[in-house]
């Protein structure tokens, strides 16, 4: 029963474009969202996060929005630049506390000079 | 910021051995902490949850007889793969919560232990 989901495996983008990478999630429990970048055989980069308190957090070239009605957050990066290719994790947590992360499956990002 | 050591970053074992993992947190306590394992083009997959002079928690489908778990003190965490088998070899990587927090909320990752049984 896999709790978040990023339903695309890759995704491909010209860079200067934008990237918009997203991720659902099905436990209404969540209420942390964090978005995390991943080298093979590297721990992940923590990226930006938002609670569930609010729907649009921005950091310089990375915003992420979060509609909770509908279970729904995406990372836009924009512009998109060659050393954004990597894979993109989504993660959510019901506390941040003793709770663990849960991780979505990732999505490969290449951004194509 | 709060950083998460850990050790080795990669190894190679002979089947039947057991290998050491060690994850420690350098510069805040952590009570509690988080073992994760990722095969190849895959995604992080939460093993067992570790907890400072307690018995750790795992995830269903994890052999805690295989996969031993031991938090001896609020900087370190150890995971040893017992009787390692060439199925066991995955990306394993470890995770504190330094409660200072942050925009991270905490969540700190360590850098990964590559482990390959030959």
């Known amino acids: 029963d896999q709790q978040v989901k990023q339903n695309s495996p890759s995704l491909s983008v010209q860079e200067g474009r934008i990237s918009i990478l997203n991720c659902d999630y099905t436990?209404?429990?969540?209420?942390?969202f964090l978005w995390y970048k991943k080298y093979p055989a590297e721990g992940p980069t923590f990226l930006i996060s938002i609670s569930s308190i609010k729907d649009k957090n921005e950091d310089g070239r990375f915003t992420v929005f979060l509609n909770k009605s509908a279970k729904h957050l995406s990372l836009h990066i924009v512009p998109s630049q060659p050393g954004d290719s990597a894979v993109y994790f989504c993660a959510a947590s019901e506390e941040p506390g003793n709770t663990p992360l849960v991780f979505g499956k990732g999505t490969r990002l290449s951004v194509i000079a | 910021g709060a950083v998460v050591s850990q050790h080795p970053s990669w190894v190679i074992c002979k089947s039947g051995t057991s290998v050491k993992i060690e994850c420690r947190s350098l510069d805040f306590q952590a009570t509690t902490m988080f073992w994760y394992r990722q095969f190849p083009k895959q995604s992080l997959m939460l093993m067992a949850t570790?907890?400072?002079?307690?018995?750790?928690?795992?995830e269903q489908g994890v052999e805690k007889d295989k996969f031993l778990i031991n938090h001896a003190s609020l900087t370190l965490s150890t995971l040893t793969v017992t009787s390692a088998h060439p199925e066991d070899s995955s990306f394993y990587i470890c995770?504190?919560?330094?409660?200072?927090?942050?925009?991270?909320?905490?969540?700190?990752f360590g850098s990964g232990t590559r482990l390959t049984v030959v």
């Open positions: 436990n209404s429990m969540f209420d942390y």
């Open positions: 570790s907890n400072e002079g307690s018995k750790a928690t795992y």
């Open positions: 995770s504190a919560r330094d409660s200072r927090s942050g925009t991270n909320y905490g969540y700190t």
